[in-house]
């Protein structure tokens, strides 16, 4: 029948019902908002389209999880699809932007999905600096800023200052936040500088969404910036604006309740010029108000090693180190936690790690909170299913999904590519616990032992003791009101052994202990 379809059929009624779902896809590549409506919608990214080609894609989707149901809404069925861009600030139904992977993405209190940029397949292939609004009411999307063609430089105008001219340079790889009032903040990434080159990137941008106007906010105009910090244009933890943080991609960026924004890791430049680039172990902050960047903690001269410190005890030269891979959530204090993924442990040699770390954001420390201090591939600890101990600590891994439940204070980690209870190395299907009060891991459920196993769907639906997701990486983790936590995808085998990237979705309730196989298809690489 029509593309994304498929027909489930009951024969013994000779009743078939059609079921919609996206294809497999790498959703690290994805745009994914939870909307004004409180459905989840899903844009484009790397995976298969209706043919089972791999590629860039610019199909939208959204899933109510009230129905449990998939909606496909607009784009294209194939690959490599340009852009419908229309008339500029007129929303329309044929309206669509092209196929891309990384884009910047955001939703608004006012029913709009926000698109910024991204790898493109527009003019054969770039990097985008348009912006894009889709009106859930309407479902319309409306080319709002930027060019309708590839790397397009940066117009940066006066520092500080709104202006209808002012634009990003196109890019992939940058980072984003929204702040109290919807407005969305944009930091460095791969992209055009303000001489249309290729770099790393540092400036900081605000889009104002109710007059769709850029601001120039911090950093520089032009790419590869390195970094200016102690014993240069400053000291380790007083502003200045003579601070820079380096070029980089990939960095995580988050925004506190009083509007500073916080900038760690990445893979980028330091300040040193024989430095080049590599996975960056500093953290940042700027007050947009004053224009001040103060860097925090880590080191502006190094991209590796760690500094554990004492577990349990904040001081201000702890860092975790550069690495990638890893997972972050923000708990009910405010507080960052970040466990695993992969990068230099102590030795300066590349692993994957185990810890857990809290970042205090009231006092810019962090804290090595649990797991081993080398960060060499080390084994997990399961000890009883459901039973949490002092001894329990998953195994060192990178890729994992994380979860915070707000209810009972619980960090959970799902999956990944890592080292399982009996140090076995491959990609996993264990979900763990961790209580921020106790202090202790709980192995909660799939196989502790086992790696790249196949998964066992049993029927769709129903939950049982056995039923599990397979071994996967690059899934996706929520949990919602009641405690129960969702995952969405992946890379791993299926219920047969083929490996590939995965659409089902699951969900696992921590009162019984059970995954149960709710959508999707049982078989790796869907269309």
């Not at 997972?327 to 692993?351: C, H």
């Not at 190395?425 to 209580?435: F, V």
């Not at 397979?470 to 949990?479: E, L, P, Q, Y």
Request: charged letters at 15%.
């Amino acid at each position: 029948k029509t593309a994304y379809e498929i027909y489930q059929c009951d024969w013994s009624s000779d009743v078939c019902s059609s079921d919609l779902y996206p294809s497999a896809r790498d959703l690290s590549q994805s745009g994914k908002w939870v909307g004004s409506d409180g459905n989840f919608y899903l844009f484009g990214g790397f995976g298969k389209d209706n043919a089972g080609t791999f590629g860039q894609m610019n199909d939208l989707w959204k899933y109510e999880p009230a129905n449990g149901k998939w909606t496909y809404i607009s784009g294209s069925k194939t690959l490599t699809t340009s852009g419908t861009y229309g008339t500029q600030g007129t929303g329309s139904t044929a309206n669509t932007p092209g196929g891309r992977t990384g884009a910047m993405v955001w939703a608004d209190a006012s029913g709009f999905l926000w698109l910024f940029g991204g790898e493109i397949v527009d003019g054969g292939g770039g990097y985008g600096n348009d912006v894009w609004k889709f009106e859930i009411a309407t479902s319309k999307w409306t080319w709002v800023k930027g060019n309708n063609g590839t790397n397009q430089g940066a117009t940066y105008g006066t520092l500080g200052t709104a202006a209808a001219g002012n634009i990003p340079g196109a890019r992939t790889g940058g980072s984003a936040v929204t702040d109290s009032s919807g407005k969305f903040w944009l930091f460095g990434g791969m992209g055009m500088d303000s001489n249309t080159t290729l770099g790393y990137l540092n400036d900081v941008w605000m889009f104002d969404t109710a007059t769709s106007n850029w601001t120039w906010k911090g950093g520089s105009n032009l790419k590869n910036q390195e970094d200016a910090t102690s014993g240069v244009s400053g000291t380790q933890g007083i502003g200045s604006t003579g601070n820079k943080i380096g070029g980089r991609d990939g960095a995580a960026l988050w925004i506190d309740s009083s509007g500073v924004l916080w900038f760690s890791g990445g893979w980028g430049y330091a300040d040193r010029a024989n430095d080049a680039n590599g996975f960056r172990r500093d953290l940042w902050k700027l007050d947009p108000s004053s224009g001040q960047w103060t860097f925090l903690s880590g080191s502006p001269t190094e991209t590796t090693v760690p500094v554990m410190g004492t577990l349990g005890v904040a001081a201000a030269v702890n860092n975790p180190g550069g690495r990638m891979g890893s997972d972050y959530i923000t708990d009910s204090s405010g507080n960052i936690w970040m466990f695993g993924g992969y990068g230099a442990n102590i030795y300066d040699n590349q692993d994957s790690h185990n810890d857990l770390w809290k970042f205090t954001v009231s006092t810019g420390r962090w804290t090595w909170m649990s797991g081993a201090s080398l960060g060499s591939g080390d084994p997990g600890v399961c000890g009883t299913k459901g039973t949490a101990a002092a001894g329990n600590v998953p195994g060192a891994r990178n890729s994992h999904a994380m979860a915070y439940d707000k209810t009972g204070g619980n960090i959970w980690v799902f999956g990944g590519q890592g080292g399982s209870c009996n140090n076995s190395w491959g990609r996993l299907n264990d979900i763990w616990k961790y209580n921020i009060a106790s202090g202790l891991w709980t192995w909660m459920g799939g196989g502790g032992t086992a790696v790249d196993s196949n998964g066992v769907y049993g029927t769709q639906g129903t939950g049982t003791a056995t039923t599990m997701p397979g071994g996967r990486d690059s899934a996706v983790m929520a949990i919602d009101s009641s405690g129960v936590l969702w995952i969405f995808g992946g890379y791993g085998p299926d219920s047969v052994g083929n490996t590939e990237v995965q659409n089902d979705l699951w969900k696992f309730d921590p009162a019984t202990g059970y995954f149960n196989w709710v959508k999707g298809a049982s078989t790796v690489g869907q269309n």
